[in-house]
């Protein structure tokens, strides 16, 4: 989603689902952010919530990251996908 100061944002849900091939993204994001906070990781500090269009069409709030950030959960997620979403 692009807003108003053309910053791309990415939700934080679909890119961890890619890299981390979990059944359950939202559970493995609920995890890593708690983990993050107690170690006082910016990544924490750099998510924020737009309204994205779900499947079903309607808006809710999601957890996003602009690509600064994408970049960091990269690099958090030991994944053999990393490397075709960072190209």
Sequence with gaps: MWDKEKKYY??????????AESDN???????????????????ATICSQLKLKVSDG????TNVCD???MFRIIQSI?????????Q
């Design 67 to 69: 690509i600064e950030g």
């Design 78 to 86: 030991p994944s053999k996908n990393a490397e075709p979403i960072k």
């Design 10 to 19: 990415i939700s934080i849900i679909d890119l961890i689902g890619v890299l």
């Design 25 to 43: 993204p939202r559970k493995y994001w609920s995890v890593m952010k708690t983990r993050l906070k107690k170690e006082e990781n910016e990544l």
């Design 58 to 61: 309607k808006y809710y709030n």
